[in-house]
Every structure is written in C-alpha cells, then in structure tokens.
C-alpha cells in the first residue's frame, strides 16, 4: 500500500516562501495526477493540480504564487509556496489518484502565516 507524506510546513511571514514536499513510499509514476488541497477549516480545497502529462492548474487565489513540481527520481511533488499571505494558513494535503481511480491522501502539513 502506497503511503503520501508531507513536510515542510511551519511558520513564515507575510510575503515569505516555503516549499512543501510529498513523498511516495512508492513510485510517483503509479498517480494519473496529484495535488495539493488545503482545508481551513471546511471543505479541502483544490489549490494545485499536475497530471501525468505535465499539465498544471492553480486555484485563482494562488496562481502565480504558488508552483507545483514533481521529481519522479525521488518520488516527490513539490509545493513551492511564495509572496505568502496570512489567508493562505491552513493544513495543506498531497492527494493522489491512480489510473484505476483510487484516491490516496496524505496526513497533512500545517502552514502557518503570520507576523
């Protein structure tokens, strides 16, 4: 069973970066796409998608700020987080879904922004 783990959360300053990671105790290449989602406090919401054919898409609130990225060596999608706002504090989720459908979250990674 694949497992998804995040990390890189923390606290930062308004206009400050941080990159989050997910890693697969298993090949990325299984995943048609993965994401991030970020839930405060409900629903989780889409915040970046990438499929398997390079294709990305970003939440309106995010794009142009926040980067998604995969290293399949290492079996890892990125979330390159930059000129962060206090409204972008939550707790960021890797989702992935497999070519039969079956989607597979993380535990998630709190992010925290604030002066």
Do not use: H
Not at 35 to 55: C, M
């Amino acid at each position: 069973q694949v497992q998804l783990v995040e990390s890189g959360g923390g606290l930062v300053q308004p206009g400050g970066s941080l990159r989050l990671s997910c890693t697969a105790d298993g090949s990325i290449a299984s995943f048609s796409s993965m994401s991030w989602y970020r839930q405060a406090p409900e629903p989780r919401n889409l915040v970046a998608i990438l499929t398997d054919g390079g294709i990305t898409n970003y939440a309106a609130s995010v794009r142009g700020r926040f980067t998604i990225s995969r290293d399949d060596a290492k079996n890892t999608v990125y979330l390159q987080m930059d000129s962060l706002r206090p409204e972008d504090s939550s707790t960021y989720y890797c989702n992935g879904i497999f070519r039969n459908g079956y989607s597979l979250w993380g535990q998630g990674t709190q992010v925290t922004v604030s002066s």
